[in-house]
């Protein structure tokens, strides 16, 4: 069973000012902790999701490439874009490109997870969702292309058409937090010394 690792990486960065997956943290860019964390747990193929303005800006990284035709257009058409260009694949492991603290054991509890009875394992804090730290399955894929077609772009809408696992998370578990904004960084302030 083939199961990629995915990093998303083509957002405008509009509240942060500049690209923000290009932002160092713990002496690496923010892009680079997910990646890590997936390619330390054998996923293949390696895809980092991204747009032809920012692809010449990332390292010369072992991966392959899903350069988006229409920029901008938000995770639900980068998974269904994804998933159109991996038919052999039958689980995405999609992370976003700005969690500092995202990490190999992590990626490893999820897939812990996977079962044939799901289309989506999905990590849960309290009542919030992180669908961009999140496991999608093949079967999700005809639900996605509906979705897109309408031009609807919420990744919740697509879960609750989903069978999903929701897996509990702490509220106060770091793995989650992301940069959307410069004073995002505050989270960080704190954790950065015990990054190790």
């Known amino acids: 069973m083939k199961m990629a690792g995915v990093v998303l990486a083509g957002g405008q960065s509009s509240r942060y000012g500049l690209p923000k997956m290009f932002e160092t943290f713990a002496g690496l860019p923010l892009y680079k902790h997910s990646l890590n964390a997936l390619q330390e747990n054998q996923l293949n193929p390696l895809v980092i999701a991204t747009n032809a303005s920012l692809q010449p800006k990332f390292d010369q990284e072992n991966v392959q490439w899903i350069i988006e035709q229409q920029p901008h257009q938000g995770p639900l058409f980068a998974l269904h ?19 500092p603290y995202m990490n190999a054991g992590f990626i490893q509890e999820m897939l812990g997870y996977i079962d044939d009875s799901y289309d989506a394992i999905v990590p849960k804090q309290a009542s919030r969702y992180q669908p961009l730290a999140a496991l999608y399955r093949r079967t999700a894929l005809p639900k996605a292309k509906q979705l897109t077609e309408q031009n609807k772009r919420s990744m919740k809408v697509l879960l609750d058409q989903l069978r999903v696992c929701y897996v509990p998370f702490d509220d106060n578990s770091p793995t989650f937090i992301n940069i959307n904004a410069q004073q995002d960084w505050a989270q960080t302030a704190t954790k950065e010394s015990n990054y190790e």
């Open 81 to 99: 874009h994804i998933m159109t260009t991996f038919p052999d694949v039958e689980w995405f492991f999609v992370v976003a490109s700005d969690m």
